[in-house]
């Protein structure tokens, strides 16, 4: 007992000096955490995304579906690739800003939701040109309010994480403008 009791402490020991070790690393107040990249930063961007399905030159467009999705109220199994425009107000002819390239599928068969898989490139603005974001999460469609996962970046947006706010601006059929608030921490 008496040498399982003294290996516990020191276990114990170890991983208090680790936590400590790491909390002093850390710069709460200006939010920065001190890594071999350099300091990180926060970047916040809005725009509007806009998902155009029908018309002569839908900007989504479905290339496969599951043998029920047409009896389905959801449209579950079905599967579309995007390359929406991403602009500076909610007008489709503001300013372009990006695009948003990927795929969608109706992943729920009781809500309206989606599986996103998209990268956000950025276009118009002379530090992020070229630079991207990456997106995978679920979409719950209906909700007036949703959140989505920032799971990675390229460009100025290296090693990015952290969310998008989006909020449906406009849904005419199935059409939508969605107001985006992202929220990227990156290098």
Known sequence: MGATYFSLLVVAMVLSMTVSQ?????????????????????TRLHFYFHDVVTGDNPTAVRIAEARGTKSSSTMFGALFMIDDPLTEGPDPNSRLV???????????????????????????NEKFNGSSIS?????????????FAIVGGTGYFQFARGYIS?????????DAIVEYNCTIIHY
């Open 166 to 174: 989006g909020k449906t601006y406009r849904i005419s059929g199935p």
């Open 135 to 147: 997106v995978l999460t679920r979409n719950p469609i209906t909700h007036t309010d949703r959140e």
């Open 98 to 124: 990006g695009r948003a390239q990927g795929f969608y599928g109706h992943s729920g068969k009781n809500e309206m939701s989606l599986i996103m898989g998209m990268s956000l490139l950025f276009t118009a």
């Open 22 to 42: 790491a909390d002093e690393n850390v710069s709460w107040g200006d939010q920065t955490v001190p890594h071999k990249m350099g300091m990180e930063k926060m």
